[in-house]
């Protein structure tokens, strides 16, 4: 069932519903086309600047926690237009991870609910859709450090070998190694625990955001958290498994890529986005990035590098798009069809 609908800048789009014993088709439209499906491994969104013509080239893109897919629309419509001058044609998929967003619902993504699974759940979208590996994987937050464990799964052929080692991979304001107490601020472990201890249905949106204020929240975080609410009878409850989300972030603060970084697999292109005002930096975890990032070598390894996003927090697609743009539009531009 397709419906038309219209974003905030009154330019029509379409948002195409399918599951996935519907018949494979694709509306053409002079922005992008978003087709929405529900699996059961995970659910996703498709985003296409030219519908009717056939993909070259994909990007996986992975938000982070509490996040959805739906949080990277915007960006990834701006993305994909900026791509279709080259000889590529891009498409863009908007997964919803484990516990988060539609496939928060989903039947079959069992624990333990960590990022290893939650890698998983990406080769076993791919397998089970028939689709060639990603060329791109971009993840944000979490999302990055799932990006990180799919790669390497990748490199040991976990998934088959189908799905191979993508050619680049994003990891945007995300620290690759252990998060600690000592290199955290703690917030993210406060709204949590806010949040456990809430009822799982709240009498409105409103209602929940003065709350997380009355508790010393700061607004955008109050509202962004109200965003994550869904219809449920009179009221409202979580758009995401909390508890499994919960989960995901202990295993998120476990787990170290650092080795992955410093031994790249052959082809692949790791690129680290740190926003300049992010406070999830330490100084030393930023001089070990740094060390790591390679020249151009004579191809028997993989590539680091490393980008700073000015002006941008750690909402690096809110805080400065513009600037994430014009960092990865290039080196996506790169690749041949």
Known sequence: MARLIRNKQGIPSTLLTRFLNSPSSLLTLPYYSTSKRSLRTLAYEEIQ??????????????????GSARNWRSFSR????????????????????????????????????????????????????????????????????????FAKSCGNRDYGENVKLPKQLWVLDSVPGEVTSDNSDGEVEKVLQTLQS???????RKWLVNHMLDLGFSKSLSEWIGTNLKKAGGEE????????????????RELSYWSLLEHPPK???ISIVRAEKSDRWDADVITRLESLA??????????????????????????????LLEIMAPKLKSLMP
């Open 49 to 66: 600047a030219n519908p009717n013509k056939p993909y070259t080239h994909t990007a996986f893109i992975l938000h982070g926690l509490l």
């Open 78 to 149: 701006t993305l994909v237009s900026s791509l279709s001058d080259s000889p590529s044609e891009w498409r863009m998929v908007l997964v919803d991870l484990r516990n988060h967003g539609n496939s928060a619902e989903m039947e079959g993504l069992d624990p333990p609910h960590d990022l290893v699974n939650a890698a998983k759940d990406l080769g076993n979208l791919i397998n089970s859709k028939g689709w060639e590996s990603p060329d791109v994987v971009i993840g944000h937050s979490m999302g990055g450090k799932v990006a990180l464990q």
């Open 198 to 204: 809430l009822p799982s249905t709240v009498p409105s």
């Open 237 to 252: 409850t979580w758009a995401f498994n909390l508890e499994g989300a919960v989960q995901m972030f202990h295993s998120y």
């Open 267 to 269: 082809g692949l292109e």
């Open 294 to 323: 390679s020249p151009e070598g004579d191809g028997s390894a993989g590539k680091i590098s490393v980008h700073v996003l000015p002006s941008s927090g750690h909402w690096v697609h809110v805080d400065n798009p513009k600037g």
